[in-house]
């Protein structure tokens, strides 16, 4: 037993989802926790799991696929995609995360949602460290995922009765 943390005993794993506002609010901030995630793809010869940059407008995903990459050819060819995050942690108390599941939309050059995306990537950061033109974004066609479903994991939840493992859908009321 933990003496710490008693509730996180494996006997104590209830089941009560939290009300959808806290799980959004939640979500979202583990989504501003970091910037760095791992996309799930799969090619023709099986899975691809990249680490890669990302930034968030609410639940909407940004990435900028590196051109030609295979992640990039694996979404092209099958658009269905997951992400995960998870947050620094220092034990099961502190255990939080989030997998996101969807369709990969290739956003090209130019067009206004591009061009929204863009905004929301912080392209200079990335730019400066790696010593490209800061007056220009990058070119190549920008990822979005916006999930039809999260898991949201956090094991603090079991503490307040409710379940470490909650599930948003994009559809439900």
Known sequence: MSTAHPWLELSHWPKKPLPREELERRIER???LTNIGVLATSSSKGPIAS??????DGFTLYIFPQPGSPKLRAMQRDPRVSFAVANPMAGWASAQGAQLFGEAELLD????????GM???KWPASAWEIDRPLDEPPEGQLMRLAPERIVYTEHFLRRDGYGPRQIWHRDAS
């Not at 680490?51 to 968030?56: K, L, S």
């Not at 050059?109 to 929204?116: A, L, M, N, Q, S």
């Open 30 to 32: 583990a989504l501003t």
């Open 51 to 56: 680490p890669v940059e990302f930034y968030a």
């Open 109 to 116: 050059v130019g067009t206004p949602e591009w061009e929204h």
């Open 119 to 121: 905004r929301i990537f």
